[in-house]
């Protein structure tokens, strides 16, 4: 079972940043992929942003492109997210997620571990 931790949400203003932290303590990756999805009251789960592990390839929803980026530290088993210029549509809760094998893929389905989430808000 992996466990993943998430960090960092909040309140900020619009056009200010946040940086969530995502780590799977204990777990070395070597095929592994890694996403952020987020979902707010009333919609579904919507994918933000995924990072292939060993390569570093990244894939971003065109509504983040140019704002957000997605990282990860080998050393530290943390995956994170730098959001930039946030707009209040961008309120919601956060929630990492890992497959172990295969590449990054916008597909919630595809992938086995979840964090419990973590809420950022955006105030207009």
């Known amino acids: 079972q992996v466990q993943l931790v998430e960090s960092g949400g909040g309140l900020v203003q619009a056009g200010g940043s946040l940086r969530l932290s995502c780590a799977a303590p204990?777990?070395?990756?070597?095929?592994?992929?890694m996403a952020w999805f987020r979902q707010a009251p009333g919609k579904e789960r919507e994918f933000v942003a995924a990072?292939?592990?060993?390569?570093?390839?990244?894939v971003f929803a065109d509504s983040v492109k140019g704002r957000f980026t997605i990282s990860r530290d080998g050393a530290k088993r943390t995956m994170y997210l730098q959001m930039n210029s946030l707009k209040p549509e961008d309120t919601a809760a956060y929630y990492c997620?890992?497959?172990?094998?295969?590449?990054?893929?916008?597909?919630?389905?595809?992938?086995?571990?979840w964090g419990r989430g973590t809420q950022v808000t955006v105030s207009s």
């Open positions: 997620a890992l497959r172990e094998f295969g590449f990054a893929t916008t597909i919630p389905d595809r992938y086995v571990y």
């Open positions: 204990g777990r070395t990756f070597s095929s592994a992929a």
């Open positions: 990072i292939n592990w060993s390569s570093g390839s990244t």
